[in-house]
Nanobody, 120 residues
Framework: QVRVVESGGGSVQAGGSLKLSCVVS???????MVWFRQAPGKEREGVGG??LYADSVKGRFTVTLNNAKNTLYLQMNSLKPEDTAMYYC????????????????????WGQGTQVTVSS
C-alpha cells in the first residue's frame, strides 16, 4: 500500500526559508513525485517537480529527489506571504506528459499536507 507523508512545514517571516520533505513508501519500482499547494479559497496548484516549476516559484524554490530514501524535497527560499498554503506531495506510477504535470488528476497518491505560513 503506497503511503505519502510530508513534513517540515511551519511559520516563517517573509524572506525566510523552509525545507519540506516527502517520503513515499510501500511500492516497488519508480514513481513520479511532485509538489502541490492549496491556499484557502483557492484551487490546488502545481508547485513543481525536479525539472518543472510553476512560474510563481521559479528561481526561489528547488525540488530534489533522493532515490535511495524515496524522499522528495522542496527547498523554499525568499518566501512571500502569497506562498502561504497547505503543501501536498503527490505521486503516481505513471508520469504525466510535461504539458500536464501540474494537473492534480494526474496523480493517484497524496499525502495529508503540511502547512506553510509566511508572515509579512
Amino acid at each position: 500500500q503506497v503511503r505519502v507523508v510530508e513534513s517540515g512545514g511551519g511559520s516563517v517571516q517573509a524572506g525566510g526559508s523552509l525545507k519540506l520533505s516527502c517520503v513515499v513508501s510501500g511500492y516497488i519500482g519508480s514513481m513520479c513525485m511532485v509538489w502541490f499547494r492549496q491556499a484557502p479559497g483557492k484551487e490546488r496548484e502545481g508547485v513543481g517537480g525536479t525539472t518543472l516549476y510553476a512560474d510563481s516559484v521559479k528561481g526561489r524554490f528547488t525540488v530534489t529527489l533522493n532515490n535511495a530514501k524515496n524522499t522528495l524535497y522542496l527547498q523554499m527560499n525568499s518566501l512571500k506571504p502569497e506562498d502561504t498554503a497547505m503543501y501536498y506531495c503527490a505521486a503516481d506510477f505513471r508520469c504525466p506528459p510535461n504539458i500536464g504535470w501540474y494537473k492534480p488528476d494526474a496523480y493517484h497518491y497524496w499525502g495529508q499536507g503540511t502547512q506553510v505560513t509566511v508572515s509579512s
